[in-house]
């Protein structure tokens, strides 16, 4: 007697999954905007100058790996650098949002206290990639940053991260430039 609205019950998801399998939108597939994430993959030679008002600027050199995962839907990225003799690894994944029609992602790397989120829009005529990034610093403050990167050609690419000033107005804090590697 117990057996039966187990069996009832079992028979019940059975039709559940089978009728929902049949209404299930179809997968996504990459498009037009995944070209972006596309064109970014691959290893880049990458030469960072950092700058803080009043201290003198430092420069270094780095690799980023780039990699498409997910079927093409996404960029997973691997970056390693000495920052001024102290080595920096970051990993971040983008991909683009249909929904917002924006790129979203996430970033965290050896000198953050936790991760950052990313929202993007790129404009074509540009060649720009304007991102907004927003996480906790290490004293657990959230903070909102700028970065924007230009791709002038499929081998180059400049990325320059802005920070808030303590009046408010955004300075360039770190610019990257970025070679393809061939």
Known sequence: MRCVPALLSSLA???????????QPPMPQPGPAHEL???????????????APGAPAMTS???????????GLCLVTKFDSDMGGMPFQGNGLTTYDPGKKKYVGSWTDSMSA?????????DP?????TTTLQGADQTGTVQTMKSTSSYPDADHRTMTMFMKAPDGTEVPAMKI??????
Do not use: F, P, Q
């Open 61 to 71: 050199k780095g690799t980023e790996v780039a990699t498409l995962g997910c079927g």
């Open 37 to 51: 994430l596309k064109m970014a993959a691959g290893t880049w030679d990458a030469v960072i100058e950092m700058s």
């Open 125 to 129: 005529a540009t060649k720009t990639m």
């Open 114 to 122: 936790g991760i950052l989120t990313t929202e993007a829009s790129y």
């Open 13 to 23: 998801c059975s039709l559940l999954l089978t009728s929902g399998a049949a209404a």
């Open 177 to 182: 430039t970025y070679t393809r590697r061939k």
